[in-house]
């Protein structure tokens, strides 16, 4: 899970640049392919995940909610712009967390990859590169 803190982290920063530099027009209206299904069962390392909240802050302080659902989806703010994200989430083959951003917000890759982590809830880490994060109950 450290890397969804690692990911949301990029996510944010990459917002956080573009939107803090001049108002930034709606994302283009590229969308990302959608996924075939929703997953079949929650993968153990996403099961205290699902329906609680990922809280990221960057090194720089800025922070990120998202909430992973059941059914395959993904949702998000970055409370300080109000930017709102969302997508669908899956796991590769490789066990990677995959996030399908749609639309895909200024500065992001699709999908975004990265390795799976399984937290509790009440759960905090930092990340080597000052990334904080918390596994926080419900939607906060």
């Not at 994302?27 to 993968?43: G, H, I, K, L, M």
């Not at 909610?65 to 989430?89: E, L, M, R």
């Amino acid at each position: 899970m450290h890397v969804v803190i690692a990911a949301s982290a990029f996510l944010l920063a990459s917002v956080s640049a573009v939107l803090a530099e001049e108002p930034a027009p709606p994302p283009a209206a590229e969308t990302a392919p959608a996924a075939e299904s929703a997953p079949a069962a929650v993968p153990e390392a996403m099961a205290a995940t699902i329906g609680n909240t990922v809280k990221v802050v960057d090194a720089k302080g800025l922070e990120s909610h998202t909430y992973f659902a059941a059914d395959g989806t993904f949702s998000g703010i970055a409370p300080a712009y109000d930017y709102h994200y969302q997508g669908k989430w899956e796991i590769a083959a490789d066990g990677q967390l995959c996030r399908i951003f749609d639309p895909v917000p200024p500065g992001v890759v699709n999908p975004l990859c990265s390795k799976l982590e399984a937290h509790a809830v009440g759960d905090s880490w930092t990340d080597p590169d000052g990334a904080s994060g918390a596994l926080l109950a419900g939607q906060q």
